[in-house]
């Protein structure tokens, strides 16, 4: 084994050496694991031999060092090349690229994830590493104001992802000069060539057009990448940089080189043995590259802004939970701004995001309290998510809001968040048929469903100010992908201040001895069930009532204990849609205790939707409290 010494220059000759090391060593983990994109790698090879050698500032010992650059594989199937540069680290061992990779139970997974210590976010997804690492940069010019890099590589066939457009858009509007993008542009995609194959001058164009500076080079050409990779850590008068390189899908085995039908395809074992004697050779190279220098932070820099900051006397933000009087009607999304602004002056490293409504989600509260510490996305909902991620990759506490519906557009990033293994807190404003007359196109009607689907994922669905808060507060110590879900509408408060809503429990709003019938609800339909039972008692039945106010967990103790009490007879009312909400919650958790004689009615939004006041559509799809009631009387028999 050669070894050079950490922090040293080391050569362009010995960086080709490494080089086709990256290249043989991607070609025998894929070969051994009978699966893997070598090809994909060997493009990119050249690359990662001049960055991790001469330009990436990395304690590979120390991985979470706050100083260390950062280096995101959006690319995440050439997964071979990546783990191939651990192994010339020294990182990882021989006997791990080998015989861990892509085997059950090992870390050296098919697309990296942060099981290792030296990734930052799950990337199999094309089109997120970018927009990912736009939240990092942000993190690192404006709040950890420390002067490392953020190293992106892109593959050419998720340039067609609208996500990496976004990414680029912000990136120029927050002026990330501290974002580099090393785009592999190879020609062949995974079924034959990309939509603009290796037209380099159109790539330029459009990225260009998006605020970047862009260094076009032959992408194996040692010295071109290196004099690129010089400039761009280089001022850029606040733009993001782009090394467009031009490369060969396969280079450096003839057999392949720039041939289609190769992309995810492992080299048979008498391929992969030409192969490597053509790239001459297994070698053991161990390099390390510059470590990061110790940096103190640097000045705030003036950040983009669209509100100007409240600086009134009577405006300084306030620590303590804001607090509601029972009966005082307090709209859930108004709530929410007003806890994070509390949050917010407790602790420095709560943040907020927004996609250009925070004036109805409120989060419009925190911008003007804490300019420095919000960012807006406008209408880009994928960027809005990935932004989160990549700020709590720096270990910032990130809530993310939106309307509600809207997030659904962000859905595969908020998935691979979790993947990712990220802490995001996410603020659904505007759902269901209760915001009125905008109509289905912005209604949530599907967003308990698909948040309840998030693995390790938090639901919580709040029916007044002082739960909210609460809520709220335990989502910033909450670890996974927590979702609030608030309403348009303000309903009066039914807790008193300081009222504990522990996740994955629940309120008995209203129980007696005799009760009859379970109603349950939670956000706006909590209010129609205690409509619907102060019904059933002018009629002498009694209803409980459950503020189901944890979706996820639910609490399955109080559930099953109602369900005992009142016959298995249960009515749950939800604004939504039926599958996978409310209801499915309930009927999951009853189904996993083992109750018996369930009588179960379930109402909800199961028709599309038009115009009209909230009250008109509650009650057209069944959810007011008259047809609570009805749904009450028919269980009991009355």
């Known amino acids: 084994m050669s070894t050079a010494e950490h922090d040293s220059k080391i050569g362009l000759d010995t960086v080709a050496e490494l080089a086709a090391q990256l290249r043989v060593d991607s070609i025998r983990s894929s070969t051994s694991a009978g699966s893997g994109h070598p090809t994909s790698s060997m493009s990119a090879a050249d690359l990662l031999a001049v960055l991790v050698t001469r330009h990436l500032h990395y304690d590979w010992d120390e991985p979470r060092l706050a100083v260390n650059d950062h280096l995101i594989f959006s690319k995440g199937h050439a997964s071979p090349l990546l783990y191939s540069v651990f192994k010339a680290v ?3 061992s021989e006997d791990e690229l080998l015989t861990g990779y892509r085997r059950f139970g090992q870390r050296l997974e098919g697309h990296p994830t942060p099981i290792l210590p030296w990734v930052d976010v799950a990337t199999g997804s094309l089109g997120q590493g970018l927009p990912d690492g736009v939240g990092v940069a942000l993190a690192g010019k404006y709040l950890d104001r420390l002067p490392y890099r953020v190293w992106v590589l892109t593959g050419d066939s998720e340039l067609a992802e609208g996500s990496i457009w976004e990414a680029f858009d912000k990136a120029s509007y927050y002026g990330l000069s501290n974002l580099v993008v090393m785009a592999d542009i190879n020609r062949l995609g995974q079924r034959g060539q ?4 290796w037209n380099l001058p159109e790539y330029q164009r459009r990225m ?6 862009v260094l076009t080079i032959d992408g194996h050409d040692l010295a071109a990448i290196d004099q690129a990779m010089t400039t761009a850590a ?3 008068d606040g733009r993001p940089t782009v090394i467009l390189a031009k490369t060969i899908k396969g280079k450096g085995f003839s057999e392949v080189e720039n041939k289609d039908g190769w992309h995810g395809k492992p080299f048979p074992p008498e391929m992969a043995e030409r192969a490597i004697a053509e790239l001459g050779g297994v070698r053991d190279l161990v ?3 510059p470590g990061p220098a110790p940096a103190e932070p640097g000045p705030v820099p003036d950040k983009p802004t669209t509100l100007a900051p409240d600086t009134s006397p009577q405006a300084k933000p306030s620590a303590a939970s804001p607090e509601y009087a029972v009966g005082e009607k307090v709209e859930t999304r108004k709530a929410y701004g007003d806890a994070l602004v509390a949050l917010g002056a407790r602790d420095d490293r709560v943040v907020a995001l927004d996609g250009e409504v925070s004036n109805s989600t409120f989060a419009e509260e925190f911008t003007r309290a804490f300019p420095e510490r919000y960012f807006e996305m406008f209408i880009a909902e994928q960027q809005l998510v990935a932004a989160a991620t990549g700020l709590s990759v720096r270990g910032y506490t990130a809530f993310a809001s939106t309307f509600a519906a809207f997030l659904t557009r962000a859905y595969d990033f908020i998935r691979m968040g979790a993947i990712s293994g990220v802490d995001l807190r996410l603020a659904g404003s505007h759902s269901g048929v209760e915001i009125g007359a905008d109509g289905p196109s912005q ?18 669905y709040p029916s007044d100010g002082t739960s909210t808060v609460a809520l709220v507060e335990a989502m910033a110590s909450t670890p996974g992908i927590s979702y609030l879900r608030t309403t348009r509408g303000g309903y009066p408060g039914l807790y008193p201040a300081g009222e504990k809503f522990p996740l994955g429990g629940s309120k008995l709003v209203r129980a007696g001895d005799a009760d009859q019938v379970t109603l349950i609800g939670a956000g706006v339909t909590l209010h129609e069930a205690l409509g619907a039972a102060d019904i059933l008692q002018r009629e002498g039945i009694a209803a409980r009532v459950i503020d189901l106010y944890s979706v996820k967990p639910v609490d399955t103790e109080t559930l099953a204990a109602a369900a005992e009490a ?3 007879r249960i009515v749950v009312a939800e604004d939504h849609h039926p599958e996978g909400g409310l209801g499915s919650a309930v009927a999951d958790a009853l189904l996993a205790a083992g109750a018996q004689n369930i009588h179960l009615t379930h109402l909800a939004v199961r028709e599309m939707p038009g115009s009209g006041t909230g009250e008109e559509l509650l009650a057209w799809a069944g959810l007011d409290a008259d047809s609570i009631a009805a749904a009450a009387r028919k269980l009991v028999g009355a």
Do not use: I, K, Y
């Not at 990309?194 to 194959?197: A, F």
């Not at 260009?208 to 500076?213: D, K, N, P, Q």
């Open 443 to 460: 209604m949530a009607l599907e967003d308990l469903a698909m948040m309840r689907a998030v693995h390790g994922s938090t639901v919580l």
């Open 208 to 213: 260009e057009a998006f605020g970047a500076r």
């Open 90 to 92: 020294g990182v990882v």
């Open 234 to 236: 280089e001022p850029a």
């Open 194 to 197: 990309t939509d603009v194959g």
């Open 566 to 568: 009142t016959g298995g």
């Open 287 to 289: 390099l390390r590259g």
